[in-house]
């Protein structure tokens, strides 16, 4: 089993920067690819950034590619997230995930474990 606890979200005017953070702790883990998603009002939650276990691969959902940036400290099991020109479309409470599928993995499906998400509101 594997907890996962995110931190860093609040209240910020477009322009801004953020940098989310996901604690993991239990269970081994090593080999999990790890991913952010975002759930804004009355939508699904859906695909932001993910990162291999090694941190040599990453992805991005087009909207977000060159202004975020997924990173991992494999040392302190932890996953981040940095957020830069944030857009008011970008409010959603975001939540880290992780996969033992062993590669990197953009649906919701592929990931097995969740954290309870952490909220992210950009003024305009």
């Known amino acids: 089993q594997v907890q996962l606890v995110e931190s860093g979200g609040g209240l910020v005017q477009a322009g801004d920067s953020l940098r989310l953070s996901c604690a993991a702790s239990?269970?081994?883990?090593?080999?999990?690819?790890m991913g952010w998603f975002r759930q804004a009002p009355g939508k699904e939650r859906a695909f932001v950034a993910a990162?291999?276990?090694?941190?040599?691969?990453?992805r991005y959902v087009d909207s977000v590619k060159g202004r975020f940036t997924i990173s991992r400290d494999k040392g302190k099991n932890t996953v981040y997230l940095r957020m830069n020109s944030l857009k008011p479309e970008d409010t959603a409470v975001y939540y880290c995930?992780?996969?033992?599928?062993?590669?990197?993995?953009?649906?919701?499906?592929?990931?097995?474990?969740w954290g309870q998400g952490t909220q992210v509101t950009v003024s305009s």
């Open positions: 990162i291999t276990w090694s941190g040599g691969f990453t």
């Open positions: 995930a992780a996969s033992n599928r062993g590669r990197l993995a953009t649906v919701r499906e592929e990931y097995d474990y």
């Open positions: 239990g269970d081994t883990f090593s080999g999990y690819a």
